[in-house]
């Protein structure tokens, strides 16, 4: 009858001692349980990082430097000025421009004393402020063996996808300086000069396209700091399928580059990058399977540990369009 009305039948009997202590543990836990649930959550979405410092601790560099005090050289690489901005005379080199294979170019000693600190200093800026450097990892713990910050739009080593806000911390990542595109816009337009010249074409960016960066990944790599091969296929479709080139930087340290066809690193082919180095590799070496093997300690040019106090280590800028 009592079912009748909508009541359960145990209604108005008395409930067991031992049930009633049991339900009654048991709400207790969830509600301690879920307020630790909702603080957890709430620290996840509140993430702070620890701000990662590319240049060593020291009472004259440990402000952040003002950008508009260091501006990058107008110049080609091979005026003497660069020197004299500098103020560290038999630095400058005439730049070596080679093509490593079909779509791939070195310019060795490409970036002047002068603009190689200006980026150390520019990402050194950016890299203690919001979405700066950190250690990106995985869901399961692992590390990367660098420290990263992106530029434009946030790239997650776990989904593997560009987004506009970074996913550990919810931070904006800092928009690429005009000063790195300008730099870009002058290595892509030297690499094109070069295959019309190599290879006696008019049309250069059937080779290697033109491209305008709109994203740039910055890595800074220790002393025993690592990449495994792999293809950097997270751009979109269209830049993806067009072999829009990724226009690499190298600061500090050398590395030794691998690259190949296949991820086999007995296989995989040997480039030395040292500081100053730009590597565009775009058209058919665009899906080229690549990594660092190793870092040469101590190998960084002097200048740039007394301009800028760098860690030991390597810097590396990598520019793509989404």
């Not at 600190?117 to 890299?127: A, D, H, Q």
């Not at 300086?177 to 250069?204: H, K, Y």
């Not at 101590?298 to 793509?320: I, K, Y």
Request: charged share 30%; hydrophobic share 30%; net charge negative.
């Amino acid at each position: 009858m009592l079912e009748e009305h909508g009541l359960p039948t145990s209604f108005g009997k008395k409930e067991s001692l031992k049930y009633r202590n049991v339900r009654s543990v048991d709400h207790s836990l969830k509600q301690v349980l879920g307020s630790r649930n909702e603080k957890s959550k709430h620290r996840k979405r509140h993430t702070t990082l620890e701000p990662f410092d590319i240049c060593q601790c020291d009472t004259e560099v440990t402000e952040i430097i003002n950008s508009e005090h260091f501006t990058f050289s107008t110049s080609s690489p091979d005026v003497d000025n660069n020197a004299e901005e500098l103020e560290v005379d038999g630095l400058i080199e005439e730049p070596m421009k080679s093509i490593v294979r079909p779509g791939m170019v070195l310019l060795k000693k490409y970036i002047s004393p002068t603009d190689q600190v200006s980026i150390v200093r520019k990402c050194r800026e950016l890299g203690l402020g919001p979405g700066g450097f950190y250690h990106p990892g995985y869901n399961d713990g692992a590390k990367l063996r660098l420290r990263m910050m992106c530029l434009g739009l946030d790239w997650d080593p776990q989904t593997r996808k560009y987004q506009k806000q970074r996913r550990i911390d919810k931070a904006n990542p800092p928009d690429i300086p005009g000063e790195f595109r300008s730099l870009v816009t002058r290595a892509m337009e030297d690499s094109l000069s070069l295959i019309r010249e190599t290879f006696n074409v008019s049309n250069a960016e059937k080779i290697l396209p033109q491209m305008t960066p709109d994203i740039c990944i910055v890595n800074f790599y220790s002393e025993t700091g690592r990449l495994g091969l792999h293809q950097d296929r997270d751009e979109s479709e269209e830049s993806l399928s067009k072999g829009l080139p990724v226009v690499s930087f190298s600061v500090g340290d050398t590395a030794e580059f691998l690259y190949g066809d296949q991820r086999d690193v007995k296989k995989a082919e040997k480039l030395v990058l040292e500081s100053g180095d730009v590597l565009v590799f775009g058209g058919e070496s665009r899906h080229v399977f690549h990594g660092i093997s190793s870092i040469e300690p101590h190998s960084a040019p002097v200048f740039l540990h007394e301009q800028t106090m760098l860690r030991r280590g390597r810097l590396n800028l990598t520019f793509r369009q989404y």
